[in-house]
Antibody, heavy 118, light 111 residues
Framework: EVQLVESGGGLVPPGGSLRLSCSVS????????MNWVRQAPGKGLEWVAY????????YYADSVKGRFTISTDIAKNSVYLQMNSLRDEDTAMYYC???????????WGQGTLVTVSS | NFMLTQPHSVSESPGKTLTISCTRS????????VQWYQQRPGSAPTTVIY?????PSGVPDRFSGSIDSSSNSASLTISGLKAEDEADYYC??????????FGGGTKVSVL
């Protein structure tokens, strides 16, 4: 069974940093691209970042470019999102999602909540 | 970049058929696959349709997807509506310019 489990969310002041983790199981991690998608309270879904198999290709949404960094650790079957210079508008539930070649998000984790507030 | 526009909400009675539209603002809807995600209150999204009209295993065949080039839109149709189908539904596509685009979401109510 495919499983994605996020962790690392919490309360952080504006300007602070946080590192989210997503531990995966049930599939060959190195064979799939991974993403982070977020959802602000009461709002819709917003794609945040993408990392390809072997980490050769990385993309970011314009709203987080230069502040967030996506990475993977194949040995730990994990994908990470390092978030720096956090802003109030980064407050959201953050989901990791496995994607396929067509761009579809095939499997989703349960999410981890990030709250940016003083 | 393009936008995907969905109705804010739709409602229908149990047992009926309901269709949600997703209109692409620029470029052809057929240029990139469209996906549909279901999100029940308090839960993570799940995939109900991918690659325009493909159903993941475990998704009932009451759910179907299609695209219409004449209206430049995609549609999600739910037949035999059940109370458990009450959720938010999001369409999504890839703009070919390194961006994944979501529609604003449609709240489905089963009356």
């Amino acid at each position: 069974e495919v499983q994605l489990v996020e962790s690392g969310g919490g309360l952080v002041p504006p300007g602070g940093s946080l590192r989210l983790s997503c531990s995966v199981s049930g599939f060959t991690f190195r064979s799939y691209s991974m993403n982070w998608v977020r959802q602000a309270p009461g709002k819709g879904l917003e794609w945040v970042a993408y990392i390809s198999t072997s980490s050769s290709t990385i993309y970011y949404a314009d709203s987080v470019k230069g502040r967030f960094t996506i990475s993977t650790d194949i040995a730990k079957n994990s994908v990470y999102l390092q978030m720096n210079s956090l802003r109030d508008e980064d407050t959201a539930m953050y989901y990791c999602a496995r994607s396929i070649l067509s761009g579809a998000f095939q499997h989703w984790g349960q999410g981890t909540l990030v709250t940016v507030s003083s | 970049n393009f936008m995907l526009t969905q109705p804010h909400s739709v409602s229908e009675s149990p047992g009926k058929t309901l269709t949600i539209s997703c209109t692409r603002s620029s470029g052809s809807i057929a240029s990139n696959y469209v996906q549909w995600y279901q999100q029940r209150p308090g839960s993570a999204p799940t995939t109900v349709i991918y690659d325009d009209n493909q159903r993941p295993s475990g998704v009932p065949d009451r759910f179907s997807g299609s695209i219409d080039s004449s209206s430049n839109s995609a549609s999600l149709t739910i037949s035999g509506l059940k109370a458990e189908d009450e959720a938010d539904y999001y369409c999504q596509s890839y703009d070919g310019n390194i961006h994944w685009v979501f529609g604003g979401g449609t709240k489905v109510s089963v009356l």
